[in-house]
């Protein structure tokens, strides 16, 4: 199961330290939706990050009851997955370095409230990074299937249903897009400075083929052979940078010094 896979954790955080350009070290991070706890405890053991988890009670009760046995497992205090809401995070202004959140945002009740509360909790140069799946692409990583960029949600579930699986579970997705990410940063300008939305790794992982094969993502690499032994990759990706077809959005925003 990826989600206490040791590998995927050390490569999330690798990639972190990269996009923020720090070794992390000593720093505060707050990971929002934070599942099964495994990077917070690893990012404490192992790299010296002051790591908190915040994870939904309700439904999600048993992510946080098991959260804690692993925080125990790893010598780490289980009071560092903390039960809460992205929308309202039970942190005091300006108390982390870096907030961090991986395909979280497309399943929460205010997409929004959940990103201005993450600033929030930022201190001054501060660093937010969101990774997101981005349903203006050809790609839907919860099903592991193609889609139609930009596709209505009804019609998605029409696909979904006729390829035999449950299409239920679309209706708890946010569909979000390039669209809503440019709203959210507009909004948010006056406190934050956009570092990148992730095209250029997304340009890099199509051109390379350097991602793992987590979950459904080597259904996409085998795809991604295809286009590349059929010589699209380029002008599929000088049409995707126009019209934003790169997946996942990964938001870095830094927020501004008072």
């Known amino acids: 199961m990826e989600f206490v896979e040791e590998r995927r954790i050390e490569e999330q955080i690798a990639l972190l330290k990269d996009l923020v350009r720090c070794d992390l070290k000593g720093q505060s991070l707050l990971e929002v939706g934070s599942g099964y706890g495994l990077l917070v405890a690893v990012a404490r053991r192992r790299h010296g990050i002051h790591a908190f988890g915040l994870e939904p009670g309700g439904q999600f009760q048993g992510t946080v009851a098991v959260s804690r046995r692993i925080m125990q497992a790893y010598g780490v205090p289980d009071h560092c997955v903390v039960q809460g809401w992205g929308e309202d995070v039970p942190f005091a202004e300006g108390s982390f370095d870096v907030v961090y959140s991986v ?72 569909f979000i897009m390039y669209r809503d990410v440019r ?4 909004l948010l300008e006056s406190q ?9 790794i997304w340009e890099d992982r199509m051109r390379t083929l350097a991602f793992s094969e987590w979950a459904a993502l080597g259904t996409l690499k085998k ?14 990706i000088w049409v995707g940078r126009r019209l934003h077809w790169e997946t996942p959005f990964v938001l870095v925003l830094r927020k501004r010094s008072r």
């Not at 709203?183 to 507009?186: C, E, G």
């Not at 934050?192 to 250029?200: F, I, N, R, S």
């Not at 795809?223 to 599929?236: F, H, Y």
Request: glycine fraction near 6%; charge should be positive; hydrophobic fraction near 45%.
């Open 103 to 174: 395909n979280v945002l497309e399943h929460v009740r205010d997409p929004f409230r959940v990103l201005s509360e993450s600033v929030r909790v930022l201190r001054p140069s501060g660093h937010l990074v969101f990774v997101i799946p981005n349903y203006g692409s050809w790609w839907e990583g919860h099903y592991g299937l193609p889609m139609v960029p930009c596709c209505p949600k009804a019609l998605f579930k029409v696909f979904v249903k006729l390829l035999g699986r449950d299409p239920a579970f679309v209706d708890t997705l946010n």
């Open 183 to 186: 709203t959210w940063v507009r």
């Open 192 to 200: 934050c400075e956009l570092m990148t939305v992730g095209q250029d």
């Open 223 to 236: 795809l991604l052979r295809v286009v590349a032994a059929l010589r699209l990759t380029e002008p599929i």
